[in-house]
């Protein structure tokens, strides 16, 4: 597995160009630091599924040294690619910790990275089932020093909050919400909004409750849509014409 990332870089150099030449691939707009390829996000998945499927025989922990180099490169694609790779691969997700996870995170910058690798990539009960060593890292990372770090702790949760039950999560993700709701930066208001509106979805009195005690604390963005989900299923209020 050695010459994997290597590999990878050279099939993500061969795609450059091939996505939208727009603002939409700018480092304006993704709020990444690092090399843009401008490849298109059908391509990165085919890549993706690709070589999961080349190498679906690969013990978990060589997968994850692939991507542990993979995220520790200059590319944005290579770094987006590697969070494709991780959720397309059950076994190297049950096999990652919090402390790769977090060195992972270190590697990022901007939304755009930073949700491709925390948005909807790990389930509620890979989480849950280790919730001992889990739990109190998802604190820690809403009280890093790295704003990057404090986004991924809210949008870690986004999927497992939409899709389970479970009230540890809805703590965890409450009280994430709790210690960064003063931040008015749009990483972080953008994912307490965020946050906050898939939790109504199993938890809706909470949500009631917790918008009620804290609407003044909340970013203006937030209260905003979280008000227009409880009120129309939607982020933001349906148009008027005429």
């Excluded at 994430?176 to 972080?188: C, G, K, M, S, T």
């Excluded at 299923?233 to 349906?238: E, I």
Aim: net charge positive; aromatic share 6%; proline share 5%.
């Amino acid at each position: 597995m050695d010459n994997e990332g290597n590999r990878l870089r050279g099939a993500l150099r061969a795609l450059a160009g091939t996505g939208s030449a727009d603002h939409q691939g700018s480092a304006a707009y993704t709020g990444s630091p690092h090399e843009l390829l401008g490849v298109a996000t059908p391509g990165l998945r085919r890549l993706a599924r690709d070589w999961v499927r080349a190498n679906r025989a690969a013990p978990p922990k060589d997968t994850l040294q692939v991507l542990d180099a993979m995220f520790a490169g200059g590319l944005h694609e290579e770094k987006t690619l590697a969070a494709l790779i991780l959720a397309y691969t059950g076994p190297a997700r049950a096999a990652t910790t919090p402390a790769r996870l977090d060195a992972w995170l270190g590697e990022l910058a901007g939304w755009a990275e930073i949700d491709s690798l925390c948005s909807n990539v790990f389930q509620a009960e890979e989480f849950l089932s280790a919730w001992p060593a889990w739990a109190p890292w998802l604190r820690r990372l809403s009280e890093d020093a790295n704003i990057n770090k404090r986004r991924a702790s809210l949008v870690l949760l986004t999927g497992p909050a939409r899709y389970s039950d479970d009230p540890r999560l809805l703590a965890t993700a409450l009280g994430n919400v709790a210690r960064l709701q003063a931040e008015r930066d749009i990483l972080i208001a953008k994912a307490v909004s965020w946050l906050l509106r898939n939790l109504t979805l199993r938890h809706r009195s909470a949500v009631v409750a917790y918008l009620a005690e804290n609407r003044t604390a909340l970013p203006a963005i937030a209260v905003r849509e979280v008000t227009a989900k409880l009120e129309t299923g939607r982020k933001t209020p349906a148009r008027r014409f005429g």
